[in-house]
């Protein structure tokens, strides 16, 4: 019997070590060649709690996941603070994508306060309908289309995509006429929200400007999601526990932020008596996706 309950632990062991580990410090990690360090994780219990559910590895490809779907990462700017983000059904210089297929991008309004698309990243909105919500409320040419950082639709024309199409440049005076203009460039603050179907438009563009280098015409631009990121604050809470020697995470709430301090976790630091009983256990955790291919 007792041999028999050895061969059953054995067993059970074999299964649970990859998923659950109870070695301190083992927040840090990497997907393919991209480091993963705090504010965000992999494991569950690691990084800030804003960040939380967020980041999740893939056949060594880092996705990144939130309310209107699912991107791949392709850079993670620690000393810029911000990710680059790819959309495979986004349009880009040489490509329009129709259909209302792309994600666009949105976030939860409880992760607002940490992320969203950069001041000079610009989304171009093509083929909108008249219903559009972009373009109620707005009289005469008062449309919220405008170009930011320097890039916008009047550029965005010259691209091969738009020609493929039959798409002749409209001038200014007609750009304005009695329908809505093919393609309405907009900053994300302007509305808070890139969703194609509730704007009812058939697809869009994303590219962002990088500081400090100036490109000429479209083709040069970087097509992509810019997303700035911020644990809010000065985050003094991780800077001590770090200067300790410990490793920031947050608790089984999901909320409050601790301190894991090798077999046990701290409310403050790794030198300080308050701590939360129990040792450490990160557990991953497997999400599937759907609609993303690379």
């Not at 289309?145 to 798409?167: F, I, K, Q």
Request: hydrophobic share 35%; with cysteine; glycine share 10%.
């Amino acid at each position: 019997m007792p041999s028999l309950l050895s061969a059953l632990y054995l067993i059970l062991s074999a299964y649970l070590i990859p998923l659950c580990l109870s070695h301190p410090n083992t927040c840090r990690s990497y997907c393919g060649n991209i480091t993963i360090d705090y504010p965000f994780a992999l494991q569950y219990g690691c990084g800030h709690p804003g960040f939380r559910d967020l980041l999740f590895c893939m056949n060594d490809v880092l996705m990144f996941h939130v309310s209107s779907g699912s991107y791949r990462v392709l850079e993670i700017d620690y000393a810029y603070q911000a990710l680059t983000l790819h959309e495979p059904h986004m349009s880009t210089c040489d490509n329009l994508v129709l259909g209302t297929r792309g994600n666009g991008f949105s976030v939860e309004p409880w992760r607002a306060p940490y992320m969203n698309p950069a001041a000079d990243n610009v989304f171009m909105l093509i083929a909108c309908s008249p219903r559009s919500p972009l373009f109620q409320g707005f009289p005469g040419k008062h449309l919220p289309c405008r170009n930011v950082s320097g890039m916008g639709c009047e550029d965005y024309y010259a691209c091969p995509a738009w020609e493929m199409l039959g798409h002749k440049r409209l001038g200014s005076a007609s750009f304005f006429g009695s329908g809505p203009p093919e393609c309405c460039a907009v900053p994300y603050e302007a509305i808070r929200g890139i969703n194609l179907t509730k704007l009812e438009c058939e697809g869009y563009s994303s590219a962002y400007s990088v500081a400090p280098l100036k490109v000429d015409g479209p083709g040069g631009w970087s097509y992509g999601i810019r997303v700035r990121y911020s644990v809010q604050g000065n985050d003094e809470f991780c800077g001590a526990c770090e200067a300790t020697a410990g490793t920031c995470g947050y608790g089984s709430d999901g909320i409050r932020q601790v301190c894991m301090c090798g077999d046990f976790n701290s409310t403050s630091n790794c030198d300080s008596v308050g701590v939360s009983s129990g040792a450490r256990v990160i557990c991953t955790r497997v999400k599937i996706f759907s609609g993303y291919t690379a």
